[in-house]
């Protein structure tokens, strides 16, 4: 069974920064491909960004260039630094794991960016 607990969500102003983490139980982590997804209000579900075992990165077109997505593989752990946050940016990001034809979700966490 596979857990995954995201933190470092909160309010913050327009073009401060956050960073989320999501810890992930469950053995075979480092061949997992990890995202975070958001989603806000009234809008479906989207991918943000997501990095591969091979630490091969992608990103919404939205969020190139301010955010950042990391692994570390000894503390199963995956990040997600986002700098100049607008609030375009506010939403509950979610964590996502996809290992061996499997997708697991985090509980999500809540950015709030201010005006």
């Known amino acids: 069974q596979v857990h995954l607990v995201e933190s470092g969500g909160g309010l913050v102003q327009a073009g401060g920064s956050l960073r989320l983490s999501c810890a992930a139980s469950g053995s075979r982590f480092s061949i997992s491909v990890m995202g975070w997804y958001r989603q806000a209000p009234g809008k479906e579900r989207e991918s943000v960004a997501t990095?591969?075992?091979?630490?091969?990165?992608t990103y919404a077109d939205s969020v190139k260039g301010r955010f950042t997505i990391s692994r570390d593989n000894a503390k199963n752990t995956v990040y997600l630094q986002m700098n100049s946050l607008t609030p375009e940016d506010t939403a509950v990001y979610y964590c996502?794991?996809?290992?061996?034809?499997?997708?697991?979700w985090g509980q999500g966490t809540q950015v709030t960016v201010s005006s």
């Open positions: 990095i591969t075992g091979h630490n091969t990165s």
């Open positions: 996502n794991q996809y290992m061996l034809g499997y997708t697991y």
